[in-house]
């Protein structure tokens, strides 16, 4: 079993619509959560980072954690073609390490 | 443009070559990092190094040498690697504290013919 869990995807959804993007994990040492989004050629760019449990907002975008669930969630609104792009979750537990975990990537695609 | 440059962008080798690559950062950062991206895989962390000393190392085979001068600086030497080491090597930094987020650059797609 993999340690993140992330569908593939791609998720294709028209403009306008609120997209949900996902990730399980079953390393309950995780405290970190991050999102990244990766444009086509390009690195990955970070979005979101929480700490713990519980909701972050910035803009269109909402990063939730449920760490008794073992899941995290981004849910972007009002969606648009520039948001078209690979999602990646990454998570990192709280010790001297350095290394995080990421998912491998939800492709999304945001139809004009 | 980003903080953390990577070049070549591309690159071709056969599996007798040597090549390197090459990332540089110009965010004051203090940790570098060398990440493998293949396609529908996770990122495979390589390599870490905090203060131009490396501190993870993720069994990453000898074909792969990396190499911190200072820390603005850091290179991936390769040589004699396998047709399966294609993929995009991604080089990232960050500061300070160990939960600090990871900056990263546009990667060096590379073909191991």
């Known amino acids: ?33 991050m999102w990244y989004r990766q444009y086509s050629r390009k690195g990955p760019e970070l979005l979101m980072y929480t700490y713990s449990s519980g909701n972050k907002e910035d803009g269109r975008f909402t990063a939730q954690v449920d760490k008794s669930s073992k899941y995290i969630s981004l849910f972007i609104r009002d969606s648009q073609p520039s948001d078209s792009a690979t999602y990646l979750c990454a998570m990192k537990e709280d010790t001297g390490r350095r290394a995080l975990t990421f998912g491998s990537g939800t492709r999304l695609q945001v139809q004009p | ?93 960050s500061q300070g504290a160990k939960n600090s987020p990871l900056h990263f650059g546009n990667g060096t797609r590379l073909t191991v013919t």
């Open chain 1, 1 to 33: 079993q993999k340690e993140v869990e992330q569908d593939p995807g791609p998720l294709s959804v028209p403009e306008g619509a609120i997209v949900s993007l996902n990730c399980t994990y079953s390393n309950s040492a995780f405290q970190y959560f």
């Open chain 2, 1 to 93: 443009e980003t903080g953390v440059t990577q070049t070549p962008r591309h690159l071709v080798m056969g599996m007798t070559n040597k090549k390197s690559l090459k990332c540089e950062q110009h965010l004051g950062h203090n940790a570098m990092y060398w990440y493998k991206q293949s396609a529908k895989k996770p990122l495979e962390l390589m390599f870490v190094y905090s203060l131009e000393e490396r501190v993870e190392n993720n069994s990453v085979p000898s074909r792969f040498s990396p190499e911190c001068p200072n820390s603005s600086h850091l290179f991936l030497h390769l040589h004699t690697l396998q047709p399966e080491d294609s993929a995009l090597y991604l080089c990232a930094s």
